[in-house]
């Protein structure tokens, strides 16, 4: 039988083996501690972190204090990701760290740090670089096309294809045929108002030179031939105007009527009546209720009428119809007057007076 102080000794040993073999239990995990604020350093308190095991299926949460502090105690040793979740619960940004046995891992965030890590990390990136350039170039793009369109709408037409000039190396993709045909019409706007001889031919030299660039780019485009058509006729090559507003009407048939009108029209005020009535009646007849058409159409054919030795006219077919169809179109048109006396002068009642006629736009 053992003594009392023996029981006592045995006692203590069987304790001191008890907490013996409790340390090495709490010496087997690690865990988590750090402090969260944000862009201005200020705390976050409240905000969610969660805690994902890496080398298996783990998760768990823990919640900052109102110091922005957070703790997490007895994880088993091993490679964590730490995401930091906002408001929203959806992620922010993660810390990946290895949690070891014994003291807390030191874990924090500082979300003005990592705001100026991530935006250091994407600056560097040449995707990001290229994207930034092409950003800066379209922002000097618009500014300059924005520029030369005010001096456009001024009719300043040289000193807006010169601005253009300026940004057509700015542009790419789409936005070039979009440059080259500024940059035609308003070099074919200057040349139509420009006084000297030498500078007006080389204001259309420059225009020819960019709608064959465009055209070059887009083939199909009616428009682009209706507007090489006028500079063609301002040129004084009606047969290459003709061909591409025949061309235009080809390729936009919905249009013809005002391709024909355009060509037309050129032909009348180059005198040139014969290929200005072929042109008019394409468009009268592909269009019936251009009223314009119709005058000017009975205008190209005015000069074909026949005085006999008596003095009165014997109009070519189908002239007093066509004054008389724009009367009934446009009874108080611009033109009403001029063909109302168009019609009575074909009577022997009064004389006329020709006036240039207008392309549509």
């Known amino acids: 039988m053992f003594s009392s102080w023996t029981r006592r000794v045995m006692g203590v040993a069987i304790v001191f083996a008890a907490i013996l073999t409790c340390i090495p239990a709490f ?25 994902d095991r890496v080398e298996m299926k783990w998760t768990s949460k823990v919640k900052t204090n109102k110091k922005g502090e957070y703790n997490y105690i007895g994880l088993a040793p091993g490679m964590y990701k730490i995401s930091l979740l906002g408001p929203d619960g959806k992620p922010l940004f993660f ?6 046995i014994g003291d807390p891992t030191e874990v924090d965030f500082d979300m003005g740090q990592a705001v100026k890590e991530a935006k250091k990390a994407q600056e560097a990136n040449p995707e990001y670089q290229k994207q930034v350039a092409e950003q800066k170039q379209s922002t000097g793009l618009k500014q300059l096309f924005d520029q030369g369109r005010a001096l456009y709408e001024q009719k300043q037409y040289a000193e807006a294809a010169a601005v253009y000039e300026r940004a057509l190396p700015l542009a790419k993709d789409k936005n070039v045929p979009i440059m080259l045909s500024q940059l035609a019409d308003t070099w074919g706007k200057a040349a139509s108002i420009e006084t000297n001889p030498d500078t007006r031919k080389a204001d259309q030299a420059k225009a020819l030179d960019y709608y064959q660039k465009t055209l ?16 063609y006729a301002n040129m004084g090559k009606s047969a290459d105007a003709a061909a591409e507003f025949k061309k235009a009407a080809e390729l936009d048939p919905n249009h013809a009527a005002g391709y024909y009108y355009n060509l037309g029209a050129i032909m009348v005020n180059q005198g040139q009546m014969d290929e200005a009535g072929a042109a008019l ?20 054919l005015m000069g ?14 189908g002239t007093v119809e066509a004054f008389q ?13 001029a063909a109302q006396a168009s019609i009575d002068s074909l009577q022997g009642k009064t004389s006329l007076e020709y006036k240039a006629v207008k392309k549509k736009k």
């Open 95 to 100: 810390i990946q760290k290895q949690v070891g």
């Open 281 to 300: 009646k394409k468009a009268t007849e592909l269009d019936p209720t251009n009223a314009l058409a119709w005058y000017w159409y009975g205008m190209a």
């Open 216 to 231: 070059a780019i887009d083939p199909n485009e009616a428009s682009l031939h209706n507007n090489l058509g006028s500079l």
């Open 27 to 51: 010496a087997q995990t690690g865990g988590l501690t750090g402090k969260v604020v944000g862009e201005k350093g200020a705390p976050l308190a409240g905000y969610t972190l969660l805690v």
């Open 325 to 337: 169809t724009y009367l009934k179109l446009a009874p108080t048109g611009q033109w009403a007057g």
């Open 304 to 317: 074909k009428a026949q005085v006999k030795p008596d003095g009165t006219m014997i109009p070519a077919p």
